[in-house]
């Protein structure tokens, strides 16, 4: 049996294809339309995933669709009533888009498919599990476990922004549900929002900003007891009640009332490009560790309700990775697995799993060599360097083919211990929002400017920006307080104490740039400023190529471990072609690139003609 699952229509739309229960493809719409949280239909992830199982639309037995759109408007109606005169303007300007489009999103979905190929509508199956229902199937279906506690967490699906269920078997049962307007997604993106990041992108610059703030500074302290003073209620149980005096998203055109916000915080909301101060860094900090309490408590009484000792996550909150260290090292669960795909996207394959196991009723089968059923989470297209050269070749690229995958491996471990910035192509594409490996960029964490380089130079992003370490599963100890594996970058963990440089006189009371470029740890690179990072295990079952090149870099240099970002610059999707990659290194300051068994230097390369600037193509986030 097969099932297409598709998200689409609110942020990063995605399609996603199961084969007898087994996960075949899975991709987000961005990387092939390079719009960046690309919400549309998703053509060309639906085209990929349909060729990847060897079939057509017509053969496909269901088409699950990631949420419940008649439910939605349902609470659309209700709240602008609610709150009615409020919200007049965003009901008038709401109301067309929905009766046009999304109330009749059947019609919507069909026009999609069509696009792709000719097909029998009459015979098409369409389901629309909940959207929550789909996150928690994302969770559930995908990791190893027989039974399960399922906490998932996000802005809003329906009426639900967060739900507590018990997976056993093939089923779900959702147990708790808190409503809209009470979310934890969209209290933290509220405070994206005030701190001058973009909702729905931004939230994981919020989250990278948090460590600038002062620990048990008496601001932060002040800023944490005003967040649940004044705007939010928070129950033991985690559930939270929100005071909509202060919020404006419900019926507004803004997250917030700024005016409100500015007197309760006594600063003014933060543009977009200004600088950023430490009151923004503590208030940031504050935000965090109240939604690590909320997440702890959530969890808490997700533990006592089902008595399991497994919790599965997925919801765009659980990849706060801060929040999810701080819920493993409370030890609550013997066991987590969170979803690496857990946002909108991943809700594409949560519907198609949800249609198959609950819609279908088949049965799951576990496998007990798998360590669970996302594959590393390469579900994305792949190409092989027989192809990569005709890409290659169309932008007269100059470049030397190696035999062998080991000499490239010893070639690039050694161009990063010379302090080179390698972009590194491999593989299949991953899905989700995390580089694992197979389209990133890649760094010699030793090297104390490396950071720096990286955001100002590579990126063009914000030089607070952290960077994350890939380390060799069975070296991770030697770095990292981490007792579990942590493949999917969802963790982030302690450095271990014996790499941490004693630290100046007063380093916590710095300014945030002289914290940001204080020595800290032999592991500069990937060392935040509160001495956490956001770790990635490698295993060498998974992804041996990677494997392979951090213990070439590891034979080398000592050190088992490397520095990967995505392979992208500010705004742009990561990459997802060799052209693609070509077209990015090219843009960059990148000295190498590597794409396959194909190795090119900056240095050798014909001058650049820049068709357009990157800086207008993509729209900054």
């Known amino acids: 049996m097969t099932i297409l699952g598709i998200s689409a229509y609110y942020h990063d739309s995605a399609a996603a294809i199961i084969v007898d229960g087994e996960v075949v493809a899975a991709a987000q719409e ?18 990929f995933c349909l060729r990847q199982a060897g079939i057509d639309i017509n053969n496909v037995d269901a088409i699950a669709f990631y949420d419940k759109p008649l439910l939605k408007f349902e609470r659309l109606l209700e709240t602008y009533y609610a709150f009615a005169p409020k919200g007049v303007i965003s009901f008038l300007k709401s109301m067309p888009v929905w009766l046009r489009d999304k109330i009749f999103l059947k019609r919507i979905i069909h026009e999609g498919l069509g696009e792709i190929e000719g097909y029998d509508k009459k015979k098409a199956k369409l389901l629309f599990p909940e959207h929550h229902l789909s996150h928690a199937a994302s969770a559930f279906y995908s990791s190893p476990f027989e039974e399960a506690a399922v906490l998932t967490i996000d802005g809003v699906g329906e009426w639900s922004t967060a739900s507590i269920c018990h997976g056993k078997g093939k089923d779900i049962t959702i147990l708790k549900e808190l409503h809209f307007p009470n979310s934890v997604g969209l209290l933290y993106s509220a405070f994206t ?17 948090a460590p600038y703030g002062i620990a048990g500074s008496a601001q932060v302290a002040g800023y944490v007891k005003t967040i649940k003073a004044e705007l939010v209620d928070i129950k033991p149980d985690g559930s939270i009640w929100l005071n909509q ?25 933060r543009q ?24 702890l408590l959530l969890a808490a009484e997700a533990k006592t309700t089902t008595g399991s000792e497994n919790l599965c996550m997925a919801g765009g909150v659980a990849l706060n990775c801060v929040a999810n260290g701080k819920l493993l090292r409370d030890g609550a669960f013997k066991n987590l697995f969170i979803q690496p795909a857990s946002g ?26 798998e360590a669970d059923k996302m594959k590393g989470s390469y579900l994305g297209p792949g190409y092989h360097d027989d192809d990569a050269e005709l890409d290659l070749r169309y932008h007269n690229a100059k470049y030397t083919r190696y035999e062998s995958y080991e000499e490239v491996a010893e070639r690039t471990a050694q161009l990063l211990a010379e302090g080179n910035v390698v972009g590194w192509f491999q593989g299949k594409m991953e899905f989700g929002p995390r580089a694992l490996g197979n389209r990133s960029i890649l760094a010699d964490a030793r090297n104390a400017e490396m950071q720096k380089k990286l955001n100002l130079k590579i990126k063009y992003r914000e030089g607070f920006r952290p960077f994350a370490p890939s380390v060799l599963a069975e070296d991770c100890k030697e770095y990292f307080d981490l007792d579990s594996s942590s493949p999917y970058m969802l963790i982030v963990a302690p450095v271990d104490k014996k790499r941490i440089n004693k630290m100046p006189e007063g380093y916590g009371e710095l300014p945030l740039k002289e914290r940001l470029y204080t020595l800290r740890s032999d592991i500069q690179s990937v060392t935040h400023v509160d001495f956490s990072a956001r770790v990635q295990t490698v295993d060498k079952q998974t992804n041996y190529r990677y494997w392979k090149l951090i213990d070439s870099f590891k034979q080398k240099t000592g050190f088992g471990l490397v520095v990967n970002t995505s392979f992208n610059v500010r705004g742009e999707p990561p990459v997802c072609t060799p052209s693609d990659a070509y077209i990015c290194f090219m843009r960059t300051e990148m000295d190498y690139l590597v794409v396959g068994n194909i190795v090119m230097a900056k240095t050798e390369q014909p001058e650049w003609k820049e068709v357009a600037d990157w800086k ?3 729209k900054l986030d």
């Open 344 to 369: 909108d996207a991943g809700g594409a394959l949560g519907a198609a799993q949800a249609a198959y196991h609950i819609h279908f009723g088949k049965e799951r089968i576990i496998d007990a060599q």
């Open 30 to 47: 961005e990387r092939f339309s390079r719009i960046k949280h690309d919400e549309g239909f998703p053509i060309h992830a639906v085209r």
């Open 272 to 295: 977009e490009e200004d600088e950023l101060l430490q009151e923004h860094c503590n208030l940031a900090l504050a935000i965090q560790e109240v939604t690590e309490h909320i997440v």
């Open 193 to 209: 929002y005030f701190l001058g990041f973009k909702v729905n992108s931004g939230e994981y610059k919020l989250m990278g900003l």
């Open 616 to 618: 207008n193509e993509f």
């Open 245 to 269: 005096e202060y919020f404006d998203y419900a019926t507004g055109l803004k997250m917030v009332h700024n005016a409100k916000w500015e007197k309760l915080f006594g600063f003014a909301k």
